[in-house]
Nanobody, 126 residues
Framework: QLQLVESGGGLVQPGGSLRLSCTAS????????IGWFRQAPGKEREGVSC????????NYADSVKGRFTIARDNNKNTVYLQMNLLKPEDTGVYYC???????????????????WGQGTQVSVSS
């Protein structure tokens, strides 16, 4: 059973940066599209970014384009989300998820992802 673990969250000031990591046990990430999602208090979960299994395609929510970058290192079984120019509205619990390559996962549709991590908290505040 594929198990995902997120790390790298924390408290950062507006304009700062964080890099989140998603690693796996019980399997390899290399066969999956990996998505990053976030959920702020009182709000629905939203798709932030995703990257296909081979890394050839990525997608970003409009709210993070130009600030966030997703990348993967299949040799290290890890997917990263580099977050720059962070804003208070980026605050939330960030989850990584794995799903099979396809139109639903590249569109960052949460119901297309079958494996989820427990999340890591990102707080952006002065």
């Amino acid at each position: 059973q594929l198990q995902l673990v997120e790390s790298g969250g924390g408290l950062v000031q507006p304009g700062g940066s964080l890099r989140l990591s998603c690693t796996a046990s019980g399997g390899t990430l290399m066969w999956y599209t990996i998505g990053w999602f976030r959920q702020a208090p009182g709000k629905e979960r939203e798709g932030v970014s995703c990257i296909t299994s081979g890394g050839g395609s990525t997608n970003y929510a409009d709210s993070v384009k130009g600030r966030f970058t997703i990348a993967r290192d299949n040799n290290k079984n890890t997917v990263y989300l580099q977050m720059n120019l962070l804003k208070p509205e980026d605050t939330g619990v960030y989850y990584c998820a794995a799903g099979f390559d396809g139109p639903g996962t590249i569109a960052i549709e949460s119901n297309e992802f079958g494996f989820w991590g427990q999340g890591t908290q990102v707080s952006v505040s002065s």
